[in-house]
């Protein structure tokens, strides 16, 4: 089993970048609160708000908008564990995690690639995720796989199943998936189930876990939460990972933008710990300023690195584990 370096741990010659005191944290905890109960989250599906008015939210059926009373989201916070196997295929691979420890995955998900016979630019195709699959399987600094294209040479509509049969051939580590929905996971994760002999063995060694995507602002739809809710059933983490645009989707200033990300990430995990208390979860972030000349988002501007920063400390700070990309 795997375990990489602390970051952050207070040792001699250590490095710590605290970007936030801990009355700072506070404020911004106590204004996410603040908007998850007063504001709301917009839910699209009905079975999720079903969920969260029978944990003691309130649910307004003609607008969809759900507010969450913050002893739900504090009791969501201390229910999901703190420390996470991703079993590899491999047991070599097997790695944890948890406060303070640091891994490294691949990028995804790429729909170009230049291709390395005839050097020019086309479409990802079904090849293509199985051979990035082989390639990080090959290297000792990447701990994870997450899938790294698309396949957009097979039915568009069943991509995430061909995607999912391509890497968990061909490597050995553990996997991230962005399965798409409900229906699309369950099949994903019967094929797991498969490898590992059996839905039993695969809560105990769960080789695959799943990325969702709220979006901003303040909105979880169907097939977000969909995701959120099989992988509590099956046992399986989930990564609520959302991308607020400083500027955009939400305020220019580093603590505006990480209040409106934060109440996005909780209220996905109040929605899985309801789902089933105890239930594996990641606090994760693709969150980056908008370029207000050009409308794209800045994922490799300093900026983001600042808000990655914020994000691995409010993550330490609730005590669960972090995902960030970019910067």
């Not at 600094?141 to 097979?154: K, Q, S, T």
């Not at 739809?221 to 939400?250: F, S």
């Not at 305020?251 to 996905?268: Q, S």
Request: glycine share 10%.
């Amino acid at each position: 089993m795997k375990r990489n370096l602390y970051a952050g741990f207070l040792q001699s010659g250590g490095l710590r970048l605290n970007l936030f005191t801990d009355d700072e944290l506070d404020a911004i905890h106590s204004a996410t609160l603040e908007v998850l109960q007063k504001t709301g989250v917009f839910f699209e599906d009905e079975e999720a708000r079903e969920i969260l008015a029978g944990g003691g939210a309130s649910v307004d059926p003609v607008t969809k908008v759900v507010k969450i009373p913050p002893y739900l989201v504090e009791d969501a916070i201390r229910s999901a564990p703190g420390k996470v196997l991703l079993a590899g295929r491999d047991p070599k691979h097997d790695f944890v995690v948890e406060k303070n420890r640091v891994g490294f995955t691949n990028f995804g998900e790429g729909i170009m690639v230049f291709d390395l016979n005839s050097g020019e630019l086309r479409e990802t195709i079904k090849q293509d995720v199985a051979d990035s699959a082989v390639m990080v399987d090959a290297l000792d600094g990447i701990d994870v796989y997450e899938r790294a294209m698309g396949a957009h040479d097979v039915p568009q509509e069943v991509q995430p199943l061909h995607n999912a049969e391509a890497f968990l051939s061909n490597t050995t580590k553990h996997c991230f998936h962005g399965a798409g929905n409900g229906r699309l996971m369950r099949a994903t994760i019967d094929m797991a189930a498969a490898i590992v002999g059996g839905h039993d063995k695969l809560r105990e060694r769960p080789i695959i876990s799943f990325n969702t995507c709220p979006i901003s602002p303040l909105k979880l739809v169907r097939d977000c939460t969909e995701v959120i809710i099989e992988g509590a059933r099956a046992g399986v983490m989930v990564n609520v990972l959302t991308q607020a645009l400083a500027g955009a989707t939400a305020p220019v200033t580093l603590a505006g933008t990480l209040v409106v990300h934060n109440a996005e990430v909780l209220a996905g995990i109040t929605l899985g710990q309801l789902t089933r208390k105890g239930t594996p979860m990641m606090y994760g972030s693709s969150t980056c300023p908008l370029d207000l000349k050009t409308t794209i988002a800045s994922v490799g501007a300093p900026e983001t690195g600042m808000i990655n920063a914020g994000v691995a400390n409010l993550s330490n700070y609730y005590g669960l584990p972090s995902w960030v990309a970019g910067g």
